[in-house]
């Protein structure tokens, strides 16, 4: 496939037609400066190449222009088969066409196919490796689909150039083997080496975990024991100790004694605060004579005051009163006037919604029609869910059939327990006389273990019969019995007879689950929001309009109509919010001037009454009160110094009373706890001693012993396995090296054109560079410097382009501002290899570098107007 022509229509800022004629062969360039459109053109294709026509996600509507539209993408493409004209366009009457030599080839979803086929199919086929957007400047950038898009790309790429991947690999047997053993290391183990839950190890771990802690739990008992002696010898000398009668008098002496110092100190505390109540009420006195002679001085210097105040407060009402009654009039002038301006912008309004609704109703009947045809298919995509829907419902889900797997494992584990238990027969047959044993109709087996878990009759040709009596039989006979029984239960549950049965329902289900959410994503493209919100739409849309709006003028006549009253309207607001706040401004202003003169007359009435209570008393009378109280004060003081130098310390005789009395609480308490404890040890010191820990504790050991051992042999068989499963990996790794071959060849010469003797590394998971070896070391590619990354990137896309072409797979390289952090030195090499690479391959550049690619040479394109 080589592109030769491109025309967009209504994208982004191209909003007439444009088109790019004459794109040849070889090497073609694009320059031109930023927001040209350049990076405009490669979404385009990108769109038309892989996003949907019918389509209206985010990524299909960053194209469209600002003033909206319907974005249209043509190319003109040559293949072996000729040359076809591909189109599409997204929104409005969606669609896509195939044509050649002007007969329509496909359209709609035969289009899509067709050019799904056409790129080989996927998420991006070539394109993934060759197309190349703004800001992508290494292999490995990009979003998560980009990436794998462009790793199945290299994949399947490398692999039809190797030939079978058996070759590459080691063969179906390397991948047997290498299964096998991590099928048997997945029994044992977990991916990140853990013991599997459930497992031979795990259990065995287990086992070893469970009779480790028995045996720490009868150690714990005999250390338990000879504590138990030891702290009841300890606990008996302690009690007699306290018990003793000496120790019993002096601790009562001690509280007698402190108990009378308290007493004492508490009786001369009396006589203190006595004191001190003197002391207070001389203080008041004092207080209060000072306070009256402070008051009446007061009240006559506010009497005065308050009454030049209520003077000048009752001025300013005056004032405040006049300017509101001014104020009130402008406002209602300004009123009158804006409720004329609205009423003017309320004829506007209504005439320009009529003139509109008149345009709407012209233009909602193609929307009408989309919408309709949207809500009909979005029926059947309902239909379509509603039916997977039911099917997904049907079988066992996840979470069931892994119960019933775990049920049938946990019988598997109950029959193998019981076996290994079970009285076992072995029939070796001599020469010529196999099978003249019989357990009923069936002979047995020669050199085969028989487990026998009932009484069996063996018959033996020409002998008689042999009745085998195995005795009370194994244990696990009523496991497995159980666990037959809760299998059945859980299948029935289900409705099925045999895990056969319910693991096919299970599939049925999971396939009904996958069909399901295909649909679902069929009716959410259709109907986002359901088929409720297109038919609510659809009802939405104006009708035409009736004759009597033939007569409307036209939108320009009606907005501009409008424009001049909601002029007219927000200036007659804006003078009566003026006025209104000059208004409210007053009238803050006069209750201010009101609670001012009230406030002022309130206080002059409030000072009148104070300096008429006060006026029976004389100053100089007040002022011998207070030196009369402030003596008698004095003397209290004096008083109360006297009893306080010699009181005693009250609160270190009460400390030694909490002392000794807590000495004797102390004594009382521990003795009731000591005869309580000590029966308690003597309890169990008995108790013990009857039940043979010590050879409990013996037995045990020799256990845990016996299951370490059993560890050990399953810890080294897992490590066997993953020592296994290490040296098969590195045999196939070994083996992919013939993989990287096509693509290293190719890659070889270009490399030197920068780095002379260099190679590249691959890695096996991304099929990408992991690593650079140059002048004999080796560098990470995540460790170079953004340019040589970049470098090797675009040498990296230039390879895979020449064995797409060896392999017949022409696809054009496309490279949107490619080379962003390369030196003038290495770009011109960089060019030297694009025209070595280019031959019969089609390369296009995008670059707003116009002046660095100019040394680029190749076919110079340019973005003309073009036919619509």
Avoid at 319 to 327: F, G, K, N, S
Avoid at 789 to 798: D, G, P, T
Avoid at 827 to 851: K, N, T
Wanted: net charge negative; proline share 3%.
């Amino acid at each position: 496939m080589k592109l030769r022509a491109i025309t967009l229509k209504d994208v982004r800022r191209f909003t007439d037609p444009v088109r790019i004629d004459g794109i040849a062969d070889g090497v073609n360039v694009l320059s031109a400066p930023n927001e040209f459109g350049k990076s405009t053109v490669f979404d385009a294709l990108r769109a038309l190449f892989f996003v949907p026509h019918g389509s209206r996600g985010k990524e299909i509507g960053q194209l469209r222009p600002h003033a909206g539209g319907a974005p249209e993408v043509t190319v003109e493409i040559e293949t072996p088969e000729g040359i076809f004209h591909v189109s599409k366009r997204w929104f409005s009457k969606p669609e896509a066409r195939v044509s050649r030599a002007g007969v329509l080839i496909a359209q709609a979803d035969l289009a899509e196919a067709w050019i799904g086929q056409l790129l080989g199919g996927g998420d991006g086929g070539p394109s993934g490796l060759l197309w190349v957007r703004q800001g992508l400047t290494r292999l490995a950038d990009g979003s998560n689909k980009e990436q794998q898009a462009a790793l199945d790309a290299r994949r399947d790429l490398l692999s039809s150039v190797t030939g079978e991947v058996e070759a590459m690999t080691g063969g179906r047997r390397m991948d047997a083997a290498l299964a096998r053993c991590r099928e048997e290391l997945g029994a044992y183990a977990t991916a990140t080496g853990k013991p599997r839950a459930g497992g031979p190890w795990a259990e065995a771990a287990q086992q070893v975990d469970a009779l480790a802690a028995d045996r720490d739990a009868l150690a714990l008992r005999v250390e338990i024991l000879q504590s138990a002696l030891s702290e009841r010898t300890k606990l008996r000398r302690e009690l007699a100790e306290i018990e003793a009668p000496d120790a019993i008098a002096d601790r009562l002496a001690r509280l007698a004694a402190a108990s009378a110092s308290h007493q004492a100190a508490l009786a001369h505390a009396d006589q203190v605060k006595a004191a001190e109540l003197a002391l207070e009420s001389a203080t008041q006195a004092a207080e209060r004579a000072q306070r009256d002679l402070a008051a009446l001085r007061t009240a006559t210097k506010d009497h005065t005051d308050a009454l030049q105040k209520d003077k000048d407060a009752t001025a300013k009402l005056k004032e405040a009163i006049d300017a509101l009654t001014e104020a009130e009039q402008a406002h209602t002038d300004a009123m009158a006037a804006h409720e004329a301006a609205e009423a003017r912008l309320k004829r506007a309004v209504d005439l320009l919604g009529r003139v509109q609704a008149r345009v709407a109703a012209d233009a909602a009947s193609e929307r009408r029609s989309e919408l309709q045809d949207r809500i009909a298919k979005a029926g059947v995509a309902r239909q379509a869910v509603e039916t997977a829907s039911a099917e997904a419902s049907i079988g066992p889900d996840s979470a069931g059939i892994d119960r019933l797997r775990g049920l049938a494992a946990a019988l598997t584990t109950a029959r193998a327990l019981r076996d290994s238990t079970a009285t076992r027969v072995t029939m070796r047959y001599t020469p010529g006389r196999e099978g003249s044993v019989r357990d009923g109709d069936a002979p047995l087996e020669h050199d085969k273990v028989h487990p026998v878990h009932t009484d069996t009759v063996l018959h033996v040709d020409g002998l008689g019969a042999l009745t085998i009596h195995p005795g009370e039989g194994p244990e696990g006979l009523a496991d497995v019995a159980h666990a037959e029984r809760a299998l059945a239960k859980a299948l029935g549950g289900f409705g099925h007879t045999s895990m056969e049965d319910a693991l096919a329902a299970h599939r049925k289900r999971q396939e009904a689950s996958g069909r399901l959410k295909g649909v679902q994503a069929e009716l959410a493209a259709l109907a986002p929001k359901g088929i409720e919100d297109l038919q609510r739409q659809l009802a939405a849309l104006p009708m035409a309009m009736p004759e009597d709006h033939v007569d409307l003028p036209e939108v320009a006549e009606a907005e501009a109509e409008w424009q001049a009253a909601k002029g007219q309207a927000a200036e007659r607001a804006a003078t009566r919010e003026a006025v209104r706040e000059r208004r409210d401004t007053a009238r803050t202003q006069r209750a201010e001037a009101a609670v001012r003169q009230e406030a002022a007359a309130e206080r002059l009435e409030m000072a009148r009454a104070a300096l008429l209570r006060l006026a029976s008393r004389d100053e100089a009378e007040l002022v011998a009160l207070t030196k009369q109280a402030d003596a008698t004060r004095e003397q209290a003081e004096v008083a109360l110094k006297d009893i306080r130098d010699t009181a005693p310390d009250i609160t270190a005789t009460e400390a030694t009373l909490k002392r000794v009395q807590s000495v004797v609480d102390a004594a009382r308490n521990r003795i009731d706890a000591l005869r309580p404890a000590i029966a308690a040890l003597t309890e169990r010191i008995s108790g013990n001693a009857g039940e043979a820990v010590e050879e409990q504790l013996q037995e045990a050991d020799e256990k845990l012993d016996v299951a370490r051992g059993h560890l050990a042999r399953v810890e080294r068989e897992v490590k066997v396995l993953q020592r296994l499963q290490s040296a098969l990996d590195g045999a196939r790794s070994e083996a992919r090296d013939r993989y990287f071959e096509p693509i290293a060849a190719e890659l070889r010469p270009l490399m030197h054109l920068l780095w002379p003797d260099a190679e590249l590394n691959w890695a096996d998971d991304s099929l990408l560079p992991q690593s650079l070896t140059r002048n004999g070391q080796v560098e990470s590619v995540d460790v170079l410097s953004g340019g040589t990354q970049e470098q090797i990137a675009f040498l990296v896309r230039l390879a895979f382009a020449r064995l797409l072409a060896k392999g017949g797979r022409h696809a054009p390289v496309i490279l949107d501002d490619a080379l962003v952090y390369t030196d003038d030195d290495r770009i011109e090499r960089m060019f030297d290899a694009l025209h070595r690479q280019a031959g019969d391959l089609q390369i296009i550049v995008l670059s707003c570098r116009q002046r660095a690619f100019r040394e680029l040479g190749g076919k110079a394109l340019q973005i003309t107007a073009g036919a619509g």
